[in-house]
């Protein structure tokens, strides 16, 4: 019998949740959760310039980022059906003044790379 | 006749386990240097660590040598105090862009919301903090004025964020024993889902600590308090895999006792030392990241994880349960030692009627 055939059966038969979830002694659960990654960039309709500094957030959840110096951000979240993609221009005058924008993402399976354009006000 | 099915079953899964010897578990020793002094540490690690930081790129370079990585696989992140390192997100991204997953066990001293936010945005899914009693008990094991409230606030946060399989760790001893059902009250209070509760080995700073080893008789009564509350099912309570407890093996965790160091678990110390669980004694060392393959090693060498007949001998060598138990967990080792420094089942034969 083949080693990984055997081990289900002989697992299987000592109700053992162990089969294939184990935890070490002084190490953290298994993560068996979903998450997806969402990266982009985000520029000025106007200029097609990166914007510094605008908060990209997913609606009801904690999570945040700041774009960087070359407007771009890149995070983890929890996998859904849907998510609501927030960019908010919060630093005031810094870097102009843009209007903000929702993205809704629907079916995303692993990851999704956004090139957003904000309006200057 | 039951269980004892269950427990030959077992016994065969564990052999198999063993041949086919896949690594699913890898810690990385990322840092020795610690924010705190706890009375229990094990690994003496201190914030004047000899050791400096392992780089990244180091680390990388030896979790790219494993080819064919299972499903389960995952990175637990670990130290000294994990939290202490600035880079730990980018640790954390460049992990799962080699495609694994990773998590992080801290003391949470200092995980607050935004290190919250950042470890999530870095693809964090599994994370265990340390909570040894509520808040005079924990200040005093921990050594620190206001690491209870500390802790406080990142269970809150943990539990907050459903993406993060998360767990409770709890070194029992004799001061924090009688509280045991104010902390299973407090943690419900607080909607942790899972809690682990360990003894402590006599070794590092506990050694000379009697304070901190439960008498037999104590660490009966925890058994038995882990077996009254698992009945509740209000938490997902469990003692930890530190040993086989005999008789209790089908009633204080999910499965039976099965020390997977070696077999399932690997890890890469902060010397670049390739061994199987960092409190496992630094002598059984396989190798080091700095000259050898990782993953070589890890497929063609670990047999003293994989073949434990040397712990048949002081204690272990006439033991009935021997079968079942294998010289217990491989922390309760060292080398050139001639017996297991805690048998568990014996700590409970001396109060019991076998």
């Known amino acids: 019998m083949k080693p990984n055939w055997r081990k289900k059966i002989l697992g299987g038969l000592s109700l053992t949740t162990a089969l294939f979830i184990f935890q070490a002694c002084y190490g953290t659960p298994q993560d068996m959760g ?7 960039q985000v520029k000025s ?3 097609e310039q990166p914007i510094k500094g605008i908060k990209v957030s997913v609606e009801d959840k904690v999570q945040y980022q700041y774009t960087d110096e070359s407007g771009k951000f890149s995070f983890y979240t929890e996998s859904a059906s849907s998510y609501k993609i927030k960019f908010e221009d919060i630093d005031s005058n810094v870097n102009g003044i843009f209007v903000e924008k929702d993205t809704v993402l629907k079916n995303i399976i692993k990851t999704i790379y956004l090139n957003i354009e904000l309006e200057e006000k | 006749m039951f269980r004892e099915l269950r427990k030959k079953s077992f016994q065969k899964f564990i052999n198999t386990e063993t041949i086919i010897h896949e690594l699913n578990y890898l810690f990385w020793e990322c840092t020795t240097r610690c924010n705190m002094s706890c009375l229990h540490c094990g690994s003496d690690c201190s914030k004047n660590s000899p050791f400096t930081d392992m780089p990244l790129t180091d680390f990388l370079a030896a ?5 064919a990585r299972p499903d389960n696989f995952i990175v637990v992140i670990t130290g000294g105090e994990p939290l202490l390192r600035n880079d730990l997100e980018l640790c954390g991204k460049e992990i799962r862009k080699q495609g694994a997953r990773w998590g992080v066990v801290s003391n949470g001293y200092l995980y607050d919301r ?8 870095s693809g964090l899914g599994a994370l265990t903090l340390s909570l040894d009693g509520l808040e005079d008990n924990h200040n005093w094991l ?18 907050s964020s459903p993406r993060i399989n998360f767990d409770i760790v709890t070194c029992v001893n004799k001061r924090n024993m009688a509280e045991l059902p104010a902390i299973y009250s407090y943690l419900i209070k607080k909607k942790v889902r899972a809690w682990r509760l360990f003894t402590i ?3 590092g700073r506990a050694e000379n600590n009697r304070e901190l080893i439960l008498e037999d008789i104590q660490f009966k009564e925890l058994l038995d308090f882990i077996c009254q509350k698992r009945k509740e099912k209000s938490i997902d309570i469990k003692f930890s895999c530190e040993g086989y407890v005999g008789k209790y093996e089908f009633n204080v965790r999910d499965s039976l006792f099965f020390c997977r160091a070696g077999i399932n678990i690997g890890s890469i110390l902060v010397d670049g030392s390739i061994s199987a669980c960092p409190n496992i004694d630094r002598s059984f060392s396989q190798g080091n990241i700095y000259k050898d393959n990782f993953f070589e090693i890890w497929e063609e060498k670990y047999q ?5 007949s040397w712990t048949r001998t002081g204690k272990c060598k006439e033991c009935p349960d021997y079968t079942f138990c294998h010289g217990n967990g491989l922390h309760n080792w060292e080398k050139n030692n001639e017996n297991v420094l805690v048998c ?8 019991m009627y076998y």
Do not use: C, Q, Y
Request: aromatic content about 4%.
């Open chain 2, 114 to 121: 935004e290190k919250h936010i950042s470890l999530l945005n």
């Open chain 2, 142 to 159: 921990r050594n620190s004025v206001d690491s209870f409230s500390k802790v406080d606030s990142a269970i809150t946060l943990a539990v």
């Open chain 1, 45 to 47: 309709g106007k200029t």
């Open chain 2, 63 to 67: 979790l790219d040598t494993i080819k």
């Open chain 2, 344 to 351: 568990h089942n014996e700590k409970l034969k001396h109060v």
């Open chain 2, 201 to 203: 080995t006599p070794k």
């Open chain 1, 34 to 40: 979903l998450d997806i990654l969402i990266e982009g």
């Open chain 2, 304 to 308: 003293l994880f994989r073949e434990r």
